[in-house]
């Protein structure tokens, strides 16, 4: 015989047990957004366009990075075989490809003018190689500063409610403070990773130009 036992001895507790849906994450991702507020959209759509950037950043970096035989051309400039360092530089792609093929191109009567040549590209590859990483790094930024000003909205309007109704129900206190806080929290969520992504690509960028003023050089 199965006996209806309240082994909590509340009967509101087990009544939102019993009540409680388990909710997919769908639905809780939508019942975060609207106890956030207003402010979670934008913060949302901070997040949408800066991962659609890191990635669009990620590709170009990764395909001017893509330069992995040029050695062999310097070593044949440093061999006096110009002509056949020329002809292999043609197959070179990239960044790095890109300053070789210029140093390569013609025979400079002087030292100058190559380095002229090799700047001119410096000139036109630098804009390419650093874009977009003010973007994400201004994103990663002011995710959390609109996350601060949604949770002192939310302390605002908790201040107006406990003036009406006074500080009686501890309940209303901490639903009122737990949701003023979600928009920092979604804006901490959003700037972490952000600006992980943000110092990755970086330093991708720095070693790119590294290696490309390293090629010049040789």
Same mark, same amino acid.
């Given at each position: ?72 051309? =310097? ?37 100058? &003018? ?30 959390? =500063? ?22 009686? &129900? ?35 960028? &720095? ?12």
């Amino acid at each position: 015989v199965l006996v209806p036992v309240d082994v909590l001895l509340s009967t509101t507790l087990s009544s939102e047990l019993a009540n409680h849906k388990n909710l997919t994450w769908e639905d809780s991702f939508w019942n975060f957004m609207h106890d956030g507020g207003i402010l979670m959209y934008p913060i949302m759509l901070l997040l949408v366009f800066g991962g659609i950037l890191v990635v669009q950043r990620y590709v170009v970096l990764s395909v001017k990075s893509g330069t992995f035989r040029y050695r062999p051309v =310097l070593k044949l400039c440093e061999e006096g075989k110009v002509d056949e360092a020329r002809a292999k530089a043609e197959k070179l792609h990239g960044s790095v490809g890109k300053v070789i093929r210029a140093a390569l191109h013609k025979k400079y009567t002087n030292r100058v &003018d190559a380095e002229k040549a090799i700047e001119e590209v410096f000139a036109a590859e630098t804009p390419s190689i650093e874009k977009g990483l003010s973007s994400i790094s201004i994103m990663a930024t002011t995710a959390p =500063l609109l996350g601060l000003l949604g949770t002192v909205m939310g302390m605002i309007e908790l201040f107006k409610v406990i003036t009406m109704h006074g500080t009686s &129900d501890p309940k209303l206190l901490a639903g009122g403070i737990s949701v003023a806080l979600l928009t920092t929290e979604a804006g901490l969520i959003v700037a972490i990773p952000l600006q992980l992504c943000h110092t990755l690509l970086g330093n991708k960028a &720095d070693n790119l130009t590294g290696r490309m003023e390293k090629a010049g050089l040789a």
